[in-house]
């Protein structure tokens, strides 16, 4: 039953949303760029590196990785999502493969990828740990797992949290930023609210579960919403901000 309301999690993208990731693909540097940096530092660039972008918000990496010289797999549960994805690859004219299968059950060979990146969407996924068990069993020797992602859905189930949440978008409202994002969680909310990471702190827990499942080296860098977010965008997520994580083999 979770698993089916999760992919629902998926499917329910208002139009507010998807301007909003439409945006993010477009803007010359404020996102894209930031995001070309963040991934060229963390994976290089001209290698030609078999990559998975797993179940990504929108094709914003798998555009960028690409573009970078590396060969690209976008993995999806959904095939309406994989779709969507395939019309965003062709439209910005680059070509990659697809492929589609759970988080936690790839169907790929041991140690047959060099990089597997996702952006908001480990925070979602029902069975979190076995994801990254399953991600270390395909990843290459020195292998790297490459997460972008946030505290989006703590708030449901730390009132606290909830109340802070609540005043940095309501000064994001007042500074002229539409908050597109609130009628996609109304939606989603009840679903959300018992997904499990929902009730851990992160990158914290992503950095045990990441050595639990026998990662050797693993960095965290916080805060990259000032990276890849603008103003008042970063007044709007100042709470939960955006975190990068990346876990080698």
Same mark, same amino acid.
């Given at each position: ?73 976008? !993995? ?36 047959? !990828? ?76 009840? !679903? ?58």
């Amino acid at each position: 039953m979770l698993e089916s309301s999760n992919e629902n999690l998926w499917s329910t993208q208002d139009e507010g949303y998807q301007d909003t990731k439409q945006k993010e693909m477009t803007l010359p540097y404020t996102r894209k760029g930031a995001w070309e940096s963040l991934l060229t530092k963390y994976v290089g660039c001209g290698e030609n590196l078999q990559i998975l972008d797993v179940e990504s918000d929108e094709a914003l990496l798998a555009i960028i990785l690409a573009g970078l010289n590396h060969s690209v797999t976008a !993995v999806n549960r959904s095939q309406a999502m994989l779709d969507q994805t395939r019309l965003k690859i062709q439209a910005a004219g680059k070509s990659i493969d697809y492929l589609k299968a759970e988080a936690h059950a790839l169907a790929l060979p041991d140690e047959s !990828v060099d990089v597997i990146v996702s952006k908001n969407a480990v925070g979602l996924f029902p069975n979190p740990t076995e994801v990254y068990k399953e991600w270390f069993r395909v990843l290459k020797p020195s292998g790297k797992a490459l997460v972008f992602d946030a505290n989006w859905y703590l708030r449901f189930n730390n009132p606290k949290f909830q109340l802070q949440c609540d005043k940095y978008r309501l000064l994001a409202v007042k500074k002229g930023y539409q908050d597109t994002l609130m009628s996609v969680e109304q939606v989603n909310d009840p !679903v959300a609210a018992t997904i499990p990471l929902s009730f851990k702190r992160r990158p914290l827990w992503d950095h045990r579960a990441f050595r639990h499942c026998g990662f050797q080296q693993i960095e965290v860098e916080e805060n990259i919403y000032k990276l890849v977010l603008d103003d008042p965008e970063q007044t709007l997520y100042y709470s939960t901000p955006m975190f990068a994580i990346c876990a080698t083999k």
